[in-house]
DNA sequence: CGTGATACTTGAGAACCTCAAGCAATGCGC
DNA sequence: GCGCATTGCTTGAGGTTCTCAAGTATCACG
């Protein structure tokens, strides 16, 4: 349907990659899900050596880019502040997160990593063997190649 | 924090990539995270607008692939097969699945998607609108590069 | 002040998830 | 054929996650 410009990419003096396009939106769609399903199960797999739900990885891997408010915590997560009450209640219970008073709100919550916590949250990602076997298969070169390209896909704000 | 890479886009007829690599393996695990989060966040709220939880909207987007069993499902969804049962209730109470017996293997039941849930499951990729945005950032030859680079880590069966 | 918004918590109700236990069908050795 | 372990699915118990509505405390602004 879309599939007509045929074009040519040039990559260095001599050598060249012909490039008919081969993938259209659809398939790539298709293999996010099923990538995503991948990096999903090897992390709930990776949690659960931890005796964390998914759920609890996810907002430990969250924080160790740094603490959030309860709040903040909620968008990053995709779901209602009164959920993450209870996820951090319970990671509290086991010493893996702190909540502070934050100095210039008092309505505010910090949530912090406790040292275990970030040694639990570095033990999930360590233990992620599929994605990080998978990583394995690129060089340098292609590893720089993916990252602008999700970059590109989902963290650039868009032109407004 | 996210200190990107940047990179020569052929303007000619000859074009140097240079690739001096800038990004190691915790930074891609971690670009990932993110994507993956964005990505499920889109999906969730996609699917929250035809009234379906993230899991029964998973449930449907793998048999959009075709039929599967009870148990190939919880295996791609990465849980326990009791939990499918339930999934699947729900949506066959809704007519967006059906159950049906198969022929080679008596205890087996392969659940199949209704025209209905086609339209379902179709209707939540079209409505993944940060997603579709964000992958209309990139060309024809970038797109095929993702999709190589993905599969490449995340459905390669490594070399045995 | 007061009024409205914001950050978080609580409680109810549903869905999700795992585990252990159960049933029916299969397949294999005898 | 007969026994018997295995497999595919379901059920029920118990905990977690999730949303929604309501409630409290704090802030921001007129």
């Given at each position: 349907?879309l599939?007509?410009?045929?074009?040519?990419?040039?990559?260095?003096?001599?050598?060249?990659?012909?490039?008919?396009?081969?993938?259209?939106?659809?398939?790539?769609?298709?293999?996010?899900?099923?990538?995503?399903g991948?990096?999903?199960?090897?992390?709930?797999?990776?949690?659960?050596?931890?005796n964390?739900?998914a759920?609890q990885?996810?907002?430990?891997a969250v924080?160790?880019?740094?603490?959030?408010?309860?709040?903040?915590?909620?968008?990053?997560?995709?779901?209602?502040?009164?959920?993450?009450?209870?996820?951090?209640?319970?990671?509290?219970?086991?010493d893996?997160?702190?909540?502070?008073?934050?100095?210039?709100?008092?309505?505010?919550?910090?949530?912090?990593?406790?040292?275990e916590?970030?040694?639990?949250?570095?033990?999930?990602?360590?233990?992620?063997?599929?994605?990080?076997d998978?990583?394995?298969?690129?060089?340098?070169?292609?590893?720089?190649?993916l990252?602008?390209?999700?970059?590109?896909?989902?963290?650039?704000?868009?032109?407004?």
């Amino acid at each position: 349907m879309l599939e007509m410009v045929k074009f040519y990419r040039p990559v260095g003096t001599v050598v060249v990659m012909t490039a008919a396009p081969r993938v259209d939106t659809a398939q790539l769609m298709e293999l996010f899900s099923v990538s995503l399903g991948v990096f999903y199960g090897d992390f709930a797999l990776a949690a659960a050596s931890e005796n964390l739900t998914a759920s609890q990885a996810k907002a430990l891997a969250v924080l160790r880019r740094g603490p959030a408010a309860m709040r903040g915590l909620a968008e990053v997560l995709a779901c209602d502040a009164s959920n993450v009450t209870g996820i951090i209640d319970r990671l509290e219970k086991r010493d893996l997160v702190r909540r502070e008073a934050a100095a210039s709100d008092r309505r505010v919550k910090t949530v912090v990593l406790t040292p275990e916590g970030e040694r639990v949250a570095d033990a999930v990602r360590a233990g992620m063997r599929t994605t990080l076997d998978g990583l394995e298969r690129l060089d340098d070169g292609d590893r720089d190649r993916l990252y602008e390209l999700l970059e590109r896909v989902f963290v650039t704000r868009p032109a407004s």
